[in-house]
Nanobody, 118 residues
Framework: QVQLVESGGGLVQAGGSLRLSCVASGSISSINAMGWYRQAPGQQRELVAD???????NYADSVKGRFTISRDNAKSSVYLQMSSLEPEDTAVYYC????????????WGQGTQVTVSS
């Protein structure tokens, strides 16, 4: 059984920073893509950033230059450093990983709330 656990969310003032972490546990052969998504109230879940197994990154236009995604394969972890936070960044943030067991599956974390006050 694979489980993804996120941490690092919270309440921060506009202009502040937070660092989200997500760690996978279980019988994992390898992890391919890792990513962060977010969902604000009444809106669809959207991609924030993702990173391939080779380290290539991709960001939503709204977070470019402010957020940085990174991964630590040895720790089966992905991180999201968020800076210059804006009230519009308020959402539940979810990590997603493409993990190979006998074949590849996508797993989601339970979500962590990020609230940015103005």
């Amino acid at each position: 059984q694979v489980q993804l656990v996120e941490s690092g969310g919270g309440l921060v003032q506009a202009g502040g920073s937070l660092r989200l972490s997500c760690v996978a546990s279980g019988s994992i052969s390898s992890i391919n893509a890792m990513g962060w998504y977010r969902q604000a109230p009444g809106q669809q879940r959207e991609l924030v950033a993702d990173i391939t197994s080779g380290g290539s990154t991709n960001y939503a236009d709204s977070v470019k230059g402010r957020f940085t995604i990174s991964r630590d394969n040895a720790k089966s972890s992905v991180y999201l450093q968020m800076s210059s936070l804006e009230p519009e960044d308020t959402a539940v943030y979810y990590c997603r990983m493409t993990i190979r067991l006998l074949r590849e599956y996508q797993f989601w974390g339970q979500g962590t709330q990020v609230t940015v006050s103005s």
